[in-house]
């Protein structure tokens, strides 16, 4: 029992006797000791719906249970009922930091089901789009890790600089969050002299701010009070129960799907992966830091030796159907490993598309590292996981709160391509 | 090192929000604005309504005075924008290229000024056919 019961001795009145006399039991009484705290679903730790029940003993933490389903929208049962390419646009709404790697890994198996290989400039061009995402989704967790902190001007100032990088996007791309950029067979815009250099007259003044900004988070003491020997997990922990990411290159695991896969172009741009080994809070965010460095220096070099070639395809040529098969792909998203696995019939809509996000992993598995930290460190270690909550949510309603009930038969039978 | 050197800096600087109404907030030229069918071009095939990710399109009727030769179903596309996402998937599927592109962003319109219709059947009038 994770509930510590104080127990007393008292006395229960039973009732009168016929004599008239009080009758006195003597009985145990058990009273626990641990509170309940819920922190979320809606609470200002929490940028997303998520329900962590803290039971503390005291200050201290003594379990924590973890309980989703708040941002459900049966994105995966979508999937099934639209062609494959609405599909491209329906994977980039799941995440909307994250939206570039989820467009990219579900282009890159329907590539894989229809035997297409886009051109080397389209592939640069898709790291260049990824990698400004994982500064800007870097960016906007160590700002928030700020936040909750009660650190509100770094928070400030970090949202301001991260503009830069938004403006990048909205040059490369055409839209300052959603990118809507990646096609089966290419990319839809290309980039000409022009945008090259002002993307790249941007990133050039992000690169002090982030570098300021690293060497703040290892030497304020406001943030290292609060994140040093916090949430320490050690490397048994991250295999034990299959953390991922960020998370795990902060405990000294070196697991990056960018390294082991190569996909895209990452086979052809030099960068390296960034561990550290102390395992905790702190080693998590400048994990981060150090990535976003490293993306930077990714995004100028593509930038600087992007091949010449077609990258745009034309969208109108690609065959409505495809043949039947399957396909598997992953990604490095910014918060860890993502997979796509796509079922297709021979049909226009594929039968099944499955999504596993990398915060599924990350907050899921997690309440064991809560355990023995004060219910003050509890929303600093979750948001060093980096909580992806609409990311996440994957499972299936099976009833709702009416007295209406629906049948996983029912909604298997729905429609499928 | 602190934060200190970094925000006495900026006591002194200008804001760097950008007061919206009085100041235009910039824009890229090729930002993905509000777009509407040219109804010169457009010959109501219907493909961009099948190849919406969000169904914003829907498939009018065109007014009874106007006869289109290169348009003989008499269709037109008109897109809800509160449902659009601005993909650009009806542009670039576009068989004839009917779509024109803006960057315009600001969709909240007190008239008529801002609606696909309104805007798809303007096209016609300036060409006085």
């Known amino acids: 029992m994770f509930q510590k019961m104080l127990r007393i001795k008292a006395f229960t009145h039973l009732g009168k006797m016929q004599s008239g006399e009080m009758h006195l039991t003597e009985a145990v009484l058990e009273i626990p000791i641990s509170l309940e705290v819920p922190i979320g679903p809606q609470h200002p730790a929490l940028h997303e719906p998520l329900m962590l029940k803290v039971y503390a003993d005291g200050e201290e933490v003594v379990k924590v249970e973890i309980n989703t389903g708040y941002n459900h929208r049966g994105v995966e049962k979508l999937f099934e009922m639209n062609n494959f390419y609405k599909g491209v646009f329906i994977s980039a709404r799941i995440c909307g930091i994250c939206n570039t790697v989820h467009a990219d890994t579900y282009v890159r198996g329907i590539e894989q089901l229809l035997g297409l290989e886009p051109s080397s400039r389209a592939r640069y061009l898709r790291v260049l789009a990824m990698e400004l995402e994982r500064i800007h989704s870097h960016m906007i967790i160590n700002a928030i890790m700020a936040e909750i902190l009660g650190y509100d001007t770094l928070f400030m100032l970090i949202m301001r600089d991260r503009e830069y990088v938004m403006k990048a996007k909205e040059i490369l791309t055409g839209g300052r969050v959603i990118a809507d950029y990646f096609m089966p067979g290419g990319v839809r815009r290309d980039v000409d002299d022009i945008k090259r250099n002002r993307i790249l007259d941007l990133l050039k003044k ?52 960018r390294v082991e896969d190569r996909y895209d172009a990452y086979g052809e741009i030099d960068f390296n ?44 040529k690609l065959p409505r159907v495809l043949p039947p098969g399957e396909a598997f792909t992953r990604c490095e998203a910014p918060r860890g490993e993502l997979t796509y696995y796509i079922i297709g019939s021979g049909r226009d809509r594929p039968y099944r598309v499955k ?28 948001v060093s996981y980096d909580p992806c909550i609409s990311c996440m949510e994957r499972a299936i309603l099976i009833k709702d709160g009416e007295k209406k009930y629906i049948r996983l038969r029912d909604i298997a039978n729905m429609k499928r391509g | 090192m602190s934060l200190w050197r970094e925000i006495l800096k900026n006591v002194f600087k200008k804001p760097v929000t950008i007061e ?43 007014p009874e005075n106007v006869k289109l030769k290169h348009n003989p179903r008499g269709l037109y596309p008109v897109i809800n924008y509160p449902s659009c996402v601005f993909c650009y998937r009806c542009v670039t599927i576009c068989p004839v290229n009917a779509y024109v592109t803006t960057n315009e962003y600001r969709l909240a319109t007190e008239t008529e000024k801002l609606l696909s219709d309104t805007l798809s059947l303007k096209t016609l009038k300036s060409e006085g056919s």
């Open chain 1, 206 to 257: 992000t690169r002090p701010r982030l570098e300021y900004y690293r060497k703040l988070f290892e030497t304020d003491p406001t943030i290292t009070n609060r994140l040093i020997d916090v949430g320490v997990l050690r490397p048994r922990d991250i295999t034990l129960h299959g953390l991922v990411g960020p998370v795990a290159r902060g405990s000294g695991i070196k697991t990056d799907a």
């Open chain 2, 20 to 62: 919206y109404p009085k100041v235009e907030t910039p824009i890229e030229i090729d930002f993905r604005g509000l777009q509407y069918a040219d109804l010169n071009k457009c010959n109501g095939c219907t493909l961009c309504a099948l190849e919406c990710p969000s169904k914003a399109i829907e498939m009018r009727k065109l």
């Open chain 1, 355 to 382: 999504v596993r996000t990398p915060s599924f992993h990350n907050i899921i598995n997690s309440g064991f590292s809560y355990l023995g930290y004060s219910i003050a460190d509890v929303p600093v270690i979750l």
């Open chain 1, 273 to 316: 992966m960034v561990v550290h080994v102390e395992g905790d809070s702190l080693a998590r965010m400048l994990v981060r830091w150090d990535e976003a460095l490293e993306s930077l220096k990714m995004c100028e070099y593509i930038l600087t030796h992007l091949p010449e070639g077609q990258a745009v395809v034309d969208e109108r």
